[in-house]
C-alpha cells in the first residue's frame, strides 16, 4: 500500500507549515503551495525537505494527492480551490487533520480563552516534558525551551493551542471544536475576532460549545478572575479545578513579588499552601497561565517538585516580551500583544520589570479587532500605562469601513490630556526617525503588533546603534 500523500495549500503558514512537519513525522508524503514563500516557515520547510511550489497552480495537484489541506486563509476563487472541487479531490482541513491522526485516542489537553495560549500552551508542553510525560504538542509560536512550534512523539498526551477562529472557508465553525479535549484550560474569554463574531454572545457561545466537549471523565481547568468563564462553568459535565488571583478559587497565587529578575509567588489549593514558585515571567497575566499550568499538572499526576523546577525553567515563547536588543542601556522588546487588554497587561508587565525607567509603546493596529473603533476607548486606556505612545497608521485600512475605523490620532490625544506624550505616525520608517530625537539611554521600547511591522525592531536597533556610537 503506497504512503499517503497529502497536499497543503498556504503551507507557509505558521500552523500549516507545522502541520506539515508533523505529518512528516509520520511518515507520510507531504508537499505544498503558496505564495509567500519566504522565512522562517520556508528555511523550516527546506530543512524537513517539503517540496514547496511557488505560486498556486493546478499542476500542483497532479498526480491527486489523497487529501488536499485547505488552509483557513485560502478562500474559494485559489486555482487549486477549484481545481480540488471540480474534480472531487477528498479535501479537509488543518484542524481535521490533527483531530484524526494526532489527537484521536490520547489524552488531548487543549489551551482556550482570548489571551495567554500560546505562551501557556508552551508552558504546560514543558511541565509535562520535565514531568516525564513526553507529549507531542502544537504551539502557535516557537517555544524557546524546546526552539521548535511542534513535536511528534508515541506518548498518549497532545498539548494543543485551542484557536477560537474559523477553521476553513468551507468550516466556519472554531478549530478548538476539533481537537476532543480531555482536559480543557479556559483562561479568560473576552470579546475578540469581531469581523467573525458580531457580537459577543456569539463569541461566548463558541467558548460554551467547547466547554460542551469535555467528557465526563475529564477536566475543565477554570479561569474564574474572568466574569465570563464563570458564567460558563455550570455547561461543563465534568469536574472543574477554579484558579485565580483576585477571585475565589480551589487555586490562588497570592504574596505576588518581582525580586531578582524572577517573578515569586506563593500558590494556595482550597486555602492551604501548595508550594513556593519563581518564574522569569513577569506580570499578574503569566501568573494566571502559571496557575493554570500548575492545576493541569496535578490532576496529570505530575510530581510537584517537578512541576516547580518546569516553572522556574521556563524561558517563554518568541515574540512574546522577547528583548531583541539593549544598546546604550535602552531595551527594545517585541511582542505579539494586539487586543487591548494584553496591551495593557504587556505594559504593566514592562512596567514592573523595567520599574523607574521610561516606557515607550509603539503599536500597529494590524487585526481586524485592532483597527476598529469599538474598542477606541479601552486602547485609549490601555497606553495610559506607558509614559510615550506612538500608535502607527492602520494595517489595510480599506478593509474596514472609515465610520467604522480605530483613530490613532485619538489615542495620542488621549495620552497628552493625561500629562504624557502621545502621535501618531503612520510608517515604521517615520516612527524609527522620530525616535531618534527624543529616545534617551535607559529607555523601554516595547514594540507591539502581530505582523512583520515593516522590520521595525531591526530599523530600531540600526538606528540606536548609529546614534549611540558617534
Known amino acids: 500500500m503506497s504512503t499517503p500523500h497529502y497536499h497543503l495549500i498556504g503551507i507557509c503558514g505558521t500552523a500549516m507549515a507545522s502541520l506539515a512537519g508533523m505529518l512528516k513525522a509520520k511518515g507520510f508524503c507531504v508537499t505544498g503551495s503558496d505564495v509567500n514563500v519566504y522565512p522562517p516557515m520556508s528555511i523550516l520547510l527546506e530543512q524537513l525537505k517539503i517540496p514547496v511550489s511557488q505560486g498556486f497552480n493546478p499542476n500542483n495537484l497532479d498526480p ?3 487529501y488536499v489541506v485547505i488552509g483557513n486563509a485560502i478562500p474559494r476563487g485559489n486555482v487549486e480551490v477549484e481545481y480540488t472541487l471540480n474534480n472531487k479531490l477528498r479535501y479537509v482541513s488543518m484542524a481535521e487533520v490533527l483531530k ?7 489524552h488531548s489537553v487543549v489551551v482556550a480563552g482570548t489571551h495567554g495560549k500560546t505562551t501557556t500552551t508552551s508552558l504546560m508542553a ?3 516534558d520535565v514531568g516525564g510525560l513526553n507529549p507531542s504538542f502544537l504551539i502557535g509560536g516557537i517555544a524557546e525551551n524546546f526552539g521548535v512550534s511542534f513535536r511528534v512523539t508515541d506518548s498518549n498526551y497532545f498539548v ?4 477560537e477562529y474559523d477553521t476553513a472557508y468551507f468550516d466556519k465553525g472554531p478549530k478548538f471544536m476539533h481537537y476532543l479535549p480531555t482536559t480543557a484550560i479556559v483562561n479568560n474569554i473576552e470579546y475578540d475576532h469581531v469581523d467573525i463574531y458580531f457580537d459577543f454572545n456569539l463569541y461566548k457561545l463558541a467558548f460554551r460549545r467547547f466547554i460542551n466537549l469535555i467528557p465526563s471523565n475529564g477536566h475543565l481547568i477554570a479561569g474564574v478572575d474572568s466574569e465570563v468563564v464563570q458564567e460558563l462553568i455550570p455547561r461543563a459535565f465534568c469536574p472543574v479545578e477554579s484558579f485565580a488571583i483576585d477571585a475565589p478559587a480551589r487555586w490562588q497565587a497570592k504574596d505576588i513579588n518581582y525580586l531578582d529578575g524572577k517573578t515569586h509567588f506563593t500558590i494556595f489549593y482550597d486555602g492551604k499552601e501548595y508550594g513556593k514558585f519563581n518564574t522569569s515571567l513577569v506580570g499578574n497575566f503569566n501568573i494566571r497561565n502559571s496557575l493554570a499550568v500548575i492545576a493541569t499538572a496535578e490532576k496529570l499526576g505530575i510530581e510537584k517538585e517537578k512541576i516547580k523546577e518546569a516553572i522556574a525553567s521556563f524561558r517563554s515563547v518568541k515574540r512574546r516580551m522577547e528583548v531583541r536588543g539593549v544598546i546604550a542601556g535602552i531595551t527594545v522588546i517585541d511582542d505579539f500583544a494586539h487586543h487591548p487588554t494584553a496591551v495593557k497587561e504587556t ?3 514592562a512596567y514592573e520589570r523595567y520599574k523607574g525607567q521610561r516606557l515607550i509603546a509603539i503599536f500597529e493596529p494590524r487585526s481586524l479587532s485592532a483597527r476598529r473603533k ?5 486602547y485609549e486606556e490601555a497606553f495610559l500605562v506607558a509614559d510615550i505612545a506612538i500608535i502607527a497608521a492602520l494595517f489595510e485600512p480599506h478593509r474596514v469601513e472609515p465610520e467604522n475605523q480605530l483613530s490613532p490620532t485619538e489615542i495620542a490625544n488621549k495620552m497628552i490630556e493625561q500629562g504624557k ?3 501618531s505616525i503612520p510608517t515604521a520608517n517615520e516612527i524609527v526617525s522620530h525616535l531618534e530625537t527624543i529616545v534617551k539611554e535607559g529607555d523601554v521600547i516595547m514594540v507591539m503588533s502581530n505582523g512583520g511591522f515593516d522590520s521595525i525592531h531591526e530599523k530600531l536597533l540600526s538606528m540606536l546603534k548609529n546614534r ?3
Open 64 to 66: 491527486a494527492p489523497d
Open 100 to 106: 484524526e491522526q494526532f489527537i484521536r485516542n490520547r
Open 126 to 128: 514543558w511541565v509535562m
Open 160 to 163: 494543543i493551542e485551542g484557536d
Open 347 to 349: 505594559l504593566l508587565g
Open 374 to 378: 469599538q474598542f477606541q476607548a479601552a
Open 421 to 423: 506624550q502621545g502621535w
Open 468 to 470: 549611540f556610537s558617534k
